[in-house]
């Protein structure tokens, strides 16, 4: 009874690659906390900074004797959330109002790992929990809805930090890491016309074309009520204003 008393509660870090998660784990580190396993959910649609990102910040946890970032996907049919929308001609869930694109490609992904995680497993055997950390920082607090249940103590270390936003900026500055940027899809109906103009072509086409193979009726589009294809269109119209012949002479003399 004195080794159950005693023994320390696993910990499991969901990882998102954004601003909030990566500076929980840099302090985590900092104060020498017990992190067992972290996981990032990849659906498959990410923006090829974030890729480069979580490999990045993998090898820095591995550096410090930390756990390497566990990278699970949507099990079952095994496809991509882009790959999903094509299939069954629809737009992200959140274009309709609704999260299960989230639910499914993000939460259940690392809920099947932590269900087949032999320490998790053992440690339910024996009637114990599983605490499992989320990278809600001190300027949303109403997020952290969960203290626990059957299988899990939930977590929120920003907040026990009181680390709002700019203390995250900071934490990952000072750890001498560069900020991570927007963890989401490329794609996300939540992009601001500026972030989906940044795009690079290749991402700005598939995403029209995911819009063009889409079965619509009440939405427009990616951006609800209207298409993303129109602004690309629009965009690149205005830029073709400002084409000029590179190849008329200069006149300019040397030294005037």
Same mark, same amino acid.
């Given at each position: 009874?004195? =080794? $159950?008393?005693?023994?320390?509660?696993?910990?499991?870090?969901?990882?998102?690659?954004?601003?909030?998660?990566?500076a929980?784990?840099?302090?985590?580190?900092?104060? =020498?906390?017990?992190v067992?396993?972290?996981?990032?959910?990849d659906t498959?649609?990410?923006?090829?900074?974030?890729?480069?990102?979580?490999?990045?910040? %993998?090898a820095?946890?591995?550096e410090r004797?930390y756990?390497?970032?566990?990278?699970?996907?949507?099990?079952?049919?095994v496809?991509?959330?882009?790959?999903?929308?094509?299939?069954?001609?629809?737009?992200?869930?959140?274009?309709?109002?609704?999260? %299960?694109?989230?639910?499914?490609? &993000?939460a259940?992904?690392?809920?099947?790992?932590?269900?087949?995680?032999?320490?998790?497993? #053992?440690?339910?055997?024996?009637?114990?929990k599983?605490?499992?950390?989320?990278g809600?920082?001190?300027?949303e607090?109403?997020?952290?809805?969960?203290?626990?249940?059957? &299988? $899990? &103590?939930?977590?929120?270390?920003?907040?026990? $930090? #009181?680390?709002?936003?700019?203390?995250?900026?900071?934490?990952?500055?000072?750890?001498?890491?560069?900020?991570p =940027?927007?963890?989401?899809?490329?794609?996300?109906?939540?992009s601001?016309?500026?972030?989906?103009?940044?795009?690079?072509? $290749?991402?700005?086409?598939?995403?029209?074309?995911?819009?063009?193979?889409a079965?619509?009726?009440?939405?427009?589009?990616?951006?609800?009520?209207w298409?993303?294809?129109?602004?690309?269109?629009?965009?690149?119209?205005?830029?073709?204003?400002f084409?000029?012949?590179?190849?008329?002479?200069?006149?300019?003399?040397?030294?005037?």
């Open positions: 009874m004195q =080794g $159950y008393a005693t023994r320390p509660l696993l910990v499991l870090v969901s990882y998102g690659a954004g601003t909030n998660s990566t929980m784990l840099v302090e985590m580190v900092r104060r =020498g906390e017990t067992n396993a972290i996981t990032f959910a498959g649609g990410e923006r090829p900074e974030t890729y480069a990102y979580v490999v990045m910040f %993998s820095w946890l591995q004797g756990p390497a970032i566990e990278t699970v996907k949507k099990g079952g049919i496809e991509t959330l882009e790959e999903n929308c094509h299939r069954m001609k629809m737009l992200p869930s959140v274009v309709y109002g609704f999260k %299960s694109c989230s639910l499914k490609f &993000k259940q992904p690392q809920e099947k790992f932590a269900n087949n995680w032999p320490p998790a497993k #053992d440690a339910w055997k024996r009637g114990e599983v605490v499992k950390c989320l809600f920082d001190a300027d607090p109403h997020r952290a809805k969960f203290d626990e249940d059957k &299988k $899990y &103590k939930w977590r929120y270390p920003l907040l026990e $930090y #009181d680390m709002g936003r700019a203390e995250c900026v900071e934490a990952i500055k000072s750890a001498g890491l560069p900020l =940027g927007k963890s989401a899809c490329f794609f996300c109906p939540n601001k016309p500026r972030e989906i103009l940044a795009l690079p072509r $290749y991402l700005q086409d598939r995403a029209v074309a995911m819009e063009r193979n079965n619509l009726t009440v939405m427009a589009g990616l951006g609800r009520s298409k993303w294809e129109d602004l690309l269109r629009a965009d690149r119209a205005q830029l073709k204003m084409e000029c012949n590179t190849e008329m002479p200069c006149e300019c003399i040397d030294g005037a």
